[in-house]
């Protein structure tokens, strides 16, 4: 049987869609509770398979999008599979904005699995991705197991976490000389866009949105979940520095009644961030405030009388980072404290040209990184210097783990290069 791996011609999108287990009302994450998710369910209910009209609706705009690189796996001249990359701008450690090719839209049909499709596919995109200059490559993973075999690691993490009305009290008042406003789906949709792009440029692990981003955003009601309701802040001179997105659900079951599911809360200032929170856990007959998904630490939870109050219910991994370039990548940020130290880059039969030793010179104001033929101080595989990269993983954690080889002092010195705080987070996945 003939196997082709090549990117997707446009009058093939449809084909490619329907390989994809959502399009098809098929489970597309792992059975077990989400911490993206705000609602009581463990996960959203699947949508039922998409119609003629909805594929060829999807097709269309993704031929119009033109940061959105399929590739697809042919055998006898059928397509059994694909993936695809968009192009994103991820910043990192020192506020720079780097180029990464986000994985997503994944799948391989039941009836051609276990046969390395996937793999070449994965291939093909890491190559296509260094042509377009893009030195990392990221995804979320819907299954945990299967993504560190090409080098990926997870590096940033979310949770969902839950307040009773009752205990959130803060510890000062401190009033706030800006202004909240409850507004419309189309004022949010801009609000959205201008927040973000001020909190990108400093949040490391925040994505750059794509000209759709936000545009699912609706004043309709969606069955139980009940309509998405909008609450913008106004900083004291008129401009918009904070904007969440709430639901107020109706439950059958008593333990779920008057619970306000915050979907997404981003601020430019502390005084927004504060005064919205401040209206969202004290909103009118309420009794409980979920939020998903949520760094892994919130400054609300020192805001509050009892810190405690702010339960983590769930948590996962978010983003997970390949370095398709490691020398591109690994001088393209900043490091906390400044020093050297030389990698050794394990066996990388997708990118064989990430393999062997480098020395790493990096601080605060940048870094070079170069190869060299010597002895490395710390060893590891990709998979670990993915999760390291953003600086929300600690590599003595990895050391002990086994993960990261090498001398006490180069451990606790690539400790602290590397760190970031606070914790790399990114407000959307792809």
Not at 268 to 295: C, H, I, Q
Not at 381 to 389: C, K, N, P, R
Request: with cysteine; glycine share 10%.
């Amino acid at each position: 049987m003939p196997t082709e791996i090549r990117p997707v011609k446009p009058d093939e999108l449809i084909d490619y869609l329907g390989v994809l287990p959502y399009a098809n009302g098929l489970p597309h994450w792992e059975p077990f509770p989400a911490a993206w998710h705000g609602g009581p369910e463990a996960w959203p209910p699947p949508n039922p398979p998409a119609t003629a009209a909805q594929l060829a609706t999807w097709a269309d705009e993704l031929r119009r999008a033109t940061s959105f690189h399929p590739q697809a796996a042919f055998v006898d001249g059928h397509l059994v599979g694909g993936s695809a990359m968009i192009s994103f701008e991820i910043t990192v450690p020192g506020g720079r904005p780097v180029p990464l090719g986000g994985v997503t839209s994944t799948a391989v049909v039941a009836t051609h699995r276990r046969r390395g499709l996937l793999r070449r596919t994965m291939q093909a995109m890491f190559d296509e991705a260094r042509g377009r200059g893009e030195p990392l490559a990221g995804l979320s993973a819907s299954e945990g197991s299967i993504y560190g075999r090409f080098g990926f690691g997870p590096a940033t993490r979310r949770t969902r976490w839950e307040i009773e009305r009752g205990q959130a009290r803060f510890r000062d008042p401190n009033p706030d000389g800006g202004t909240l406003e409850i507004t419309d789906a189309a004022t949010a949709r801009q609000a959205w866009r201008t927040v973000h792009d001020a909190v990108r440029a400093t949040r490391v692990g925040e994505l750059s949105a794509t000209p759709d981003k936000w545009s699912d955003l609706s004043d309709a009601s969606t069955g139980t979940a009940g309509p998405r309701r909008y609450l913008v802040h106004r900083a004291a001179d008129g401009s918009v520095d904070g904007v969440a997105t709430y639901r107020l659900p109706w439950s059958p079951r008593v333990e779920e009644t008057g619970t306000l599911v915050v979907e997404g809360l981003q601020a430019a200032s502390d005084d927004a961030y504060r005064a919205m929170w401040g209206l969202l856990l004290d909103f009118d007959l309420t009794r409980k405030v979920v939020a998903a998904p949520r760094p892994s630490d919130e400054p609300l939870r020192w805001m509050l009388d009892d810190h405690r109050a702010l339960r983590v219910t769930r948590q996962s991994d978010s983003l997970w980072i390949r370095l398709l370039d490691v020398r591109a990548a690994l001088s393209a940020r900043a490091y906390d404290t400044g020093g050297t130290v030389v990698l050794g880059i394990e066996a990388d039969p997708m990118g064989p040209g990430n393999e062997g030793c480098w020395r790493l010179d990096g601080g605060p104001d940048g870094a070079v990184c170069t190869r060299v033929n010597a002895t490395p101080d710390l060893v590891m595989d990709l998979q670990a210097l993915g999760s390291l990269y953003l600086g929300g993983m600690s590599a003595a954690l990895l050391a002990a783990a086994g993960r990261i080889r090498g001398n006490r002092e180069s451990v606790a010195l690539l400790s602290r290069m590397f760190r970031t705080d606070p914790e790399p987070f990114n407000t959307f996945v792809f």
